[in-house]
């Protein structure tokens, strides 16, 4: 039978074979960059117990807290809000599954005004919560007066806000003197960021093609380009140590002595 000689490792053998391996982490960076992009627009949930960096509380933690006139605790977490007094506790199901980050009370109402990461909710006098106002929810607060002010709006980190103000809940109007007083403000002279924030845009393209739409048609692209990519590439070596495999068959029917 034929002696077959184990080929060296060249530089193009090496490569071939690091890609193989790394195929695989490469389709699990695509799939979760393109779900990471997403996030704005898709609801999918999956079991805490599925974390490997972090265990799972007994109780999820608060995110935001707030103690009514009516002797009622409102407190809002990563799940939800809930409402604790007189001995029961009520989940309010309209929140059932959303980031809940600020809660504020307007004048003497018993009812917050509910901040979610892109929107502010109002309960209204059917007792049904609506959003009132959509968009990134930096900051909301009570001021001296009983008032409630939002600070919303704006793509990135370093984006405007625009102040909203109520004293009821259903009529919102710019804070004049949040503005006025933001204006006072020295003007920034050749300002910095750090650079991971200037690289975390150019990974996900909205350095080129902007935040939201933008990042996310760079990220679904590219991400897709890369698993296919990587499926073709493990096509194709599959192909080839099956044609490997069959032609050291028939070396060895033909080697055979009959």
């Known amino acids: 039978m034929p002696k077959h000689h184990k080929k060296p490792w060249t530089a193009r053998r090496i490569h071939l074979w690091v890609a193989i391996i790394l195929a695989l982490p490469f389709m699990v960076m695509a799939i979760s960059g393109i779900l990471i992009s997403m996030r704005s627009v898709t609801q999918i949930q999956v079991p805490m117990s599925w974390l490997g960096s972090e265990s799972v509380p007994e109780r999820l933690p608060f995110m935001s ?9 409102w407190i809002g977490n990563a799940k939800g809000l809930t409402r ?3 001995g029961q506790t009520e989940t309010i199901e309209a929140f059932a599954g959303q980031e809940v980050v600020g809660l504020a009370q307007v004048a003497n109402l018993p009812w917050p005004v509910v901040a979610t990461r892109m929107a502010l ?3 209204q006098d059917d007792g049904q919560w609506s959003a009132v106002k959509r ?6 607060s009570r001021l001296a007066d009983g008032r409630v002010l939002v600070i919303q709006g704006g ?13 009821d809940g259903v009529t919102w ?11 006072q403000l020295p003007t920034l002279d050749n300002p910095t960021v750090a650079l991971h924030q200037f690289m975390r845009e150019v990974h996900s393209g ?5 935040k939201g739409p933008g990042e996310m048609a760079w990220s679904n692209v590219m991400g897709w380009v890369l698993i296919l990519l990587c499926l073709t590439g493990l096509w194709m070596w599959f192909k080839r140590e099956k044609q490997k495999g069959e ?7 033909q080697g055979t002595p009959s």
Do not use: C, L
Not at 66 to 73: A, F, H, P, R, Y
């Open 206 to 210: 909205a350095y080129v093609f902007g």
């Open 135 to 140: 968009g990134r929810v930096r900051q909301v």
């Open 65 to 73: 807290y707030m103690e009514s006139s009516d002797g009622n605790v």
């Open 121 to 123: 909710w109002v309960r």
């Open 247 to 253: 032609e050291r068959r028939r070396i060895q029917i």
């Open 84 to 86: 604790v007094g007189s």
């Open 155 to 167: 793509r990135g980190e370093m984006a405007d806000g625009k102040p909203w103000i109520t004293a």
């Open 173 to 183: 109007e710019i804070h004049k003197r949040a503005m006025m007083s933001n204006k």
